[in-house]
């Protein structure tokens, strides 16, 4: 069991999803300040999709990748500055290198749980240029504990400096959690680390389900602040993980600071559990599907929750932000079919 435990915070990027990726350069140099202030080791900052993925399809952000990661940059002195990087959405030559001109430290690579092979070459060349580089695995409760150590595998022997599972839905209970932990830290030599969301209220939990099975890099968010219901609530994480004994490096008070900060200033409202939260996690649908499927299925006058364990069924991931149209289209179909079907 560790007794440290890295702190990533992507309360400027996860958060970003839950404004419609409409954070300020105001405010985000207000909360990197908080952050930095109360220690937090790494601060993730960018477009709630990531590095490179401001666009019709995902939502514009307010402000472009260089203006927000410049804005945080200034502020950051010794908390990191991280961000979250999709190949697809984001390139080498372009995204990743100007990245690394404005002082980028940490490169988190992301992928579906299925599909580690599409980060090798970003993972390289930030290893390459003597970049901190974690992989990540999303959507990681759709596979088995063994096929998501393998992908995770393929991470570290790409040069990984450790791999990070998300649980992107908010579908896991804490022994699921545990043995997926307990895998990957069997079967890597490279820390594991632990994303949660709460739609089922577990975020917390999970996350300490995870330390306490190996993992020793774990996120949070501010209030929560993020996708869906939230992510893990990094004020309480850190006074739990503190009260059963873990040192974090983070001051709890400017932490607390930090997130009335956040509250204040960054959000319209705490995240907080709602139905179709709770559909979300039960479907297994990525959360921050949750506005797409709220406005669509108001538009087509199909019950937001079908559409949810529609898409479940579905196996639609993050970036097939289409196929929520597709399945409210077929689902209001069957609508109007079922009354001459039963009559």
């Known amino acids: 069991m ?3 435990v890295l702190i990533s915070d992507p ?9 419609k990726h409409q954070l300020t350069e105001k ?4 909360y990197a300040a908080a952050a930095e202030a109360a220690g937090v080791p790494i601060v993730e900052v960018g477009h709630g999709n990531g590095l490179g993925a401001s666009s019709l399809q ?12 410049k804005a945080a940059r200034r502020e950051l002195l010794n908390s990191k500055l991280g961000i979250h990087v999709m190949p697809g959405f984001a390139t080498i030559n372009k995204d990743i290198k100007r990245a690394i001109e404005i002082g980028v430290d940490v490169f988190r690579i992301g992928a579906h749980c299925t599909e580690a092979d599409i980060t090798q070459r970003h993972i390289g060349f930030v290893r390459d240029k003597g970049k901190e580089v974690f992989g990540v695995l999303m959507m990681s409760h759709m596979v088995t504990k063994e096929i998501l150590a393998e992908e995770a595998s393929k991470m570290e022997s790409y040069g990984a400096e450790g791999v990070v599972i998300m649980d992107s839905a908010g579908a896991y209970l804490p022994r699921d959690v545990g043995g997926r932990i307990a895998e990957l830290v069997k079967r890597l030599q490279v820390p594991v680390g632990f994303h949660g969301h709460n739609n089922l209220g577990m975020a917390v939990a999970n996350s300490l389900a ?3 099975a190996g993992a020793t890099i774990v996120d949070g968010t501010a209030r929560g602040f993020g996708a869906g219901a939230g992510n893990t609530p990094l004020e309480v994480l850190v006074a739990v993980l503190e009260k059963m004994g873990y040192s974090t490096g983070i001051n709890l008070y400017k932490m607390l600071d930090a997130a009335d900060l956040a509250e204040k200033e960054l959000m319209p409202s705490v995240p907080s559990i709602k139905s179709v ?3 979300s996690g039960l479907a297994g649908v990525f959360s921050g599907f949750a506005k797409h499927v709220e406005r669509i299925s108001g538009e087509y006058g199909v019950d937001s929750r079908d559409l949810f364990f529609e898409l479940g069924r579905r196996k639609v991931v993050a970036g097939q932000e289409d ?5 409210a289209m077929d689902l209001a179909s069957q609508k109007k079919k079922a009354p001459a079907e039963t009559s």
């Open 277 to 279: 939260s709770i559909v």
């Open 27 to 30: 405010q985000i140099a207000r």
């Open 58 to 69: 995902v939502g514009e952000s307010a402000v472009d990748d260089l203006t927000m990661l």
């Open 2 to 4: 560790p007794s440290k």
């Open 11 to 19: 309360t400027l990027r996860d958060g970003n999803h839950a404004v």
């Open 323 to 327: 196929l929520i149209l597709e399945a």
């Open 210 to 212: 995870a330390v306490e």
